[in-house]
C-alpha cells in the first residue's frame, strides 16, 4: 500500500514531540593504538619473569655501553645490564607505584570527595577544611621529607606516601565533580520518590561522576609515574640495582656523553607510556560527556 | 467542600539565617487543601512561591533555616520531621515535578530506569512487574510507544517529553498529593497546555490533590478550585478561584491579573506591568510590603501591616486596608 503523500508514517513522530537518535562520535584508531600500548606494557610488566628477556640485574662486563643490537635490542647500560630487559623490568616498579598510589589516593579521596559533597554541613565544612590546609603544604616536598627519613626505602613506602599525598588532590576535584551533580534536580527528585542516601550516592551521583573519576584516575597514574621518576632522580626511589624508569634515567645521567641509549630508552617508555594515558583519559572524558540539549 | 482535608498547614514561617540578618521568606501562611482538590499558589518570582512549595515537602535544609508552624500531611507532620520519617512520606504521600526537564532527570539513566527504580525500591516489585508498571505510567502520561522510550536516555527526548517522564516518575508510587513547582516553564506554549490538561486528568483519574506553584495566571485560572496570592512570603488574598478572579480586593491581585496579556484586548495594545520591584525581604517595613508598588497605598498601608480579614464570600480572604470594591466587573482572562 503506498502512503497518500509519499510519506513514511514512522518519520511523523505524534504531538510535535522530537526524538533523537542514539548515535555516539567512535573512539578513534589513535584510542585503540594507544590502550593497545598500554596493554602491552602491562603484559611486560606482569609477565617479565616469563618472557625470554636478560637477567636485569646480570652483569656482562665484554658488553659495557653497547649500541642497539640484535643480541641487545637497546643496547647495555654501563655495567653491562641489558637495556630492553631494565626497560621492562623497570615498568613493573613504575606502573605498580604509579596504580598502587592511586588506589590508596582514590580509596581514600573519592569517596570521602564524594560523601562530604552530597551530606554537606558540618562534616564537609571540617573535612574541607583538613584538606585545603594540607593542600597548602607543597605535596613534593612533603613527599621528600617523608622518604629521606622513612628509611629503608621500598616500593611499598614510597606507594603510601605519594598515595597519601595525593588525597587532597583527588578529595578537592572529586568533591567538585559531584557537588555540581549532587544540585541538580534529578538528586532531589530521587530523594523525594523516597531513595536511600546510599541508593542515590551509587546510582545517582556515581555513573555521573564516574567519567571524571576513570580519566583522573588515569591522568593520575600518569603523574605519580613522572613522580617516581622525579624521586628517583634525587635518589629517593627504591634502591639500586633494581630497575625503575626513574632510576634508570637517574643513572644515565653520569653517562650521557658515552651512552646516549641508556638515557633514550628509559625516557622514551615512560614519556609514551604516559602519553597513552593521558590520551586515553582524555577521549574517554569528551566521550562520556553528556551533552545537555538545550531546546 | 469536603470535610477530609489532606493537607494542612497553620501559620507556617520559613526563615532562613543569613550573614546581614534573618531572611524571612515565608512568613506566616495558613491554607488547607481537600482531596481530589487543586490549589494554585501564585505570585512573582522571589514572593516565596518555591520556598513554600519546599517547606511543604519538608525539603529545607537542617541548618540555617528554621520553619515554624504545622504542615500536616494526611495525618502526617512534616514540620520537624526527620529525614528517615520523610521519607516514608515521599513517594507514598507526597510527590514533586520540578521546574526545570532538563535537569529532573538523571541524564545518565535510561528514562525506563528511573520509573523503574522508585517501583522496585518503594513498592518491593520484581524486575519484571517494575518494568510492565513502568511502561504503564509512560502510556498514562501520553508517551507515544511506550516500550521504545522505555529505553531511552533523557538528552534524546525533548523537553515536554522529558517533563511526561518527570510525571510519570512521580505519579509512580501513586502519592496522594503532587506538588508541581512550575511544572511548565521550562516548555512552550503549546507544550504547556498539554502538560497542564495532563496533571489535570490525571488529578480526577488517581484522586489525588495538586499544588500548582506557577507565577502565571492563565495556568491557574481553569485548573484550580483555590487560589493563593502570594507576595514578600505572605498570603495577600485566597479563595476560590473564582472569586479571587471576579472578586477580588487586594490591589496587587488585580495588579496580577491585569499584567497577563489578554487575547481579546486590541492588538498592540501596551501590556500592563506592576512598577517596581518586589521588596528585599531582609528590610521589610512595618506596613504593607506591597505599598511602594501600589497606587491606592495610603498612610496607613505604610505604617500597619494589614491582616488577612474575610469577605462576604466563604472562603475568600485578603490582607488590605484599602480594598478595591467588590462589584468590579470581573477581570477576564
New interface residues.
Given amino acids: 500500500m503506498s502512503e497518500p503523500w509519499g510519506l513514511n508514517p514512522e518519520v511523523l513522530?505524534?504531538?510535535?514531540?522530537?526524538?533523537?537518535?542514539?548515535k555516539k562520535r567512535p573512539l578513534g584508531p589513535l584510542f585503540w593504538i594507544c590502550v593497545g600500548w598500554i596493554a602491552l606494557n602491562l603484559i611486560g610488566a606482569i609477565f617479565a619473569n616469563v618472557l625470554p628477556l636478560e637477567n636485569p640485574l646480570f652483569q656482562n662486563y665484554n658488553f659495557i655501553n653497547a649500541a642497539p643490537s640484535l643480541h641487545h635490542l637497546f643496547g647495555t647500560d654501563d655495567l653491562g645490564r641489558d637495556i630492553f630487559a631494565r626497560v621492562v623490568y623497570g615498568s613493573r616498579i613504575s606502573i605498580t607505584a604509579g596504580v598502587g598510589a592511586m588506589i590508596i589516593g582514590f580509596g581514600i579521596g573519592a569517596p570521602l570527595g564524594m560523601l562530604t559533597a552530597y551530606k554537606?554541613?558540618?562534616f564537609d565544612l571540617i573535612v574541607t577544611s583538613i584538606m585545603y590546609v594540607v593542600l597548602a603544604f607543597p605535596a613534593i616536598v612533603a613527599t621528600i621529607a617523608v622518604l629521606s627519613f622513612w628509611t629503608p626505602r621500598n616500593l611499598f613506602k614510597i606507594i603510601v606516601v605519594i598515595g597519601l599525598a595525593s588525597v587532597p588532590i583527588i578529595y578537592r576535584v572529586i568533591r567538585a565533580a559531584t557537588l555540581s551533580v549532587a544540585t541538580?534536580?534529578?538528586v532531589?527528585?530521587?530523594?523525594?520518590?523516597?531513595?536511600?542516601d546510599r541508593?542515590i550516592i551509587f546510582?545517582?551521583l556515581l555513573?555521573?561522576v564516574a567519567p571524571i573519576l576513570i580519566s583522573f584516575v588515569l591522568i593520575g597514574i600518569a603523574t605519580v609515574i613522572t613522580l617516581e621518576g622525579a624521586l628517583a632522580f634525587l635518589g629517593l626511589s627504591v634502591n639500586p640495582p633494581t630497575p625503575s624508569w626513574g632510576n634508570m634515567i637517574n643513572e644515565a645521567r653520569t653517562v650521557l656523553a658515552q651512552n646516549p641509549w641508556l638515557a633514550l630508552f628509559p625516557s622514551l617508555a615512560m614519556c609514551l607510556f604516559l602519553l597513552s594515558l593521558n590520551f586515553i583519559g582524555d577521549r574517554l572524558r569528551s566521550h562520556f560527556d553528556?551533552?545537555?540539549?538545550?531546546? | 467542600m469536603s470535610g477530609e482535608k489532606l493537607l494542612v498547614v497553620k501559620d507556617l514561617t520559613t526563615t532562613f539565617a543569613t550573614l546581614a540578618g534573618p531572611l524571612p521568606a515565608v512568613g506566616g501562611i495558613s491554607f488547607d487543601l481537600a482531596t481530589n482538590e487543586t490549589l494554585g499558589i501564585v505570585g512573582e518570582s522571589g514572593s516565596g512561591k518555591t520556598v513554600l512549595a519546599r517547606t511543604i515537602m519538608g525539603l529545607q535544609p537542617r541548618t540555617n533555616v528554621t520553619v515554624t508552624g504545622s504542615v500536616l500531611l494526611d495525618g502526617h507532620q512534616v514540620v520537624g520531621a526527620s529525614e528517615d520519617e520523610m521519607r516514608r512520606l515521599w513517594g507514598t504521600e507526597v510527590a514533586m515535578i520540578f521546574q526545570d526537564p532538563m535537569t529532573s532527570l538523571n541524564p545518565v539513566m535510561r528514562v525506563g530506569r528511573q520509573i523503574d527504580e522508585t517501583l522496585r525500591v518503594r513498592m518491593g516489585m520484581s524486575r519484571r512487574d517494575a518494568r510492565a508498571r513502568a511502561i504503564e505510567l509512560l502510556e498514562l502520561v501520553g508517551i507515544p510507544s511506550p516500550e521504545r522510550r522505555y529505553r531511552a536516555f533523557p538528552g534524546q527526548l525533548s523537553g515536554g517529553m522529558r517533563q511526561r517522564i518527570v510525571i510519570a516518575t512521580a505519579l509512580a508510587c501513586s502519592p496522594k498529593l503532587l506538588l508541581a513547582d512550575e511544572p511548565t516553564t521550562g516548555l512552550d506554549v503549546t507544550i504547556q497546555a498539554q502538560i497542564l490538561n495532563l496533571l489535570d486528568e490525571l488529578k480526577e483519574s488517581l484522586h489525588m490533590s495538586v499544588v500548582l506553584v506557577t507565577h502565571d495566571l492563565g495556568v491557574v485560572a481553569t485548573r484550580t478550585s483555590k487560589i493563593v496570592v502570594m507576595y514578600a512570603g505572605r498570603v495577600v488574598e485566597m479563595g476560590s478561584t473564582r472569586d479571587v478572579f471576579a472578586h477580588h480586593r487586594m490591589p496587587y491581585t488585580r495588579a496580577l491579573l491585569e499584567s497577563s496579556p489578554k487575547i481579546t484586548s486590541p492588538s498592540h495594545t501596551r501590556l500592563a506591568t506592576i512598577p517596581g520591584r518586589p521588596p528585599n525581604l531582609l528590610q521589610l517595613t512595618q506596613g504593607c510590603s506591597f505599598a511602594p508598588r501600589c497606587a491606592y497605598a495610603s498612610d496607613r498601608c505604610r505604617e500597619e501591616r494589614p491582616e488577612l480579614e474575610a469577605t462576604a464570600e466563604p472562603g475568600h480572604l485578603f490582607a488590605c486596608w484599602n480594598p478595591l470594591a467588590h462589584d468590579r466587573e470581573a477581570v477576564t482572562l
Avoid at chain 1, 532531589?188 to 536511600?196: M, P, R, T, W
Fill in positions: 513522530v505524534p504531538h510535535g514531540l522530537v526524538e533523537r537518535p542514539e554537606r554541613g558540618r541538580k534536580d534529578f532531589v527528585a530521587a530523594k523525594v520518590q523516597g531513595a536511600s541508593r546510582k545517582e555513573p555521573n553528556v551533552q545537555e540539549v538545550k531546546l
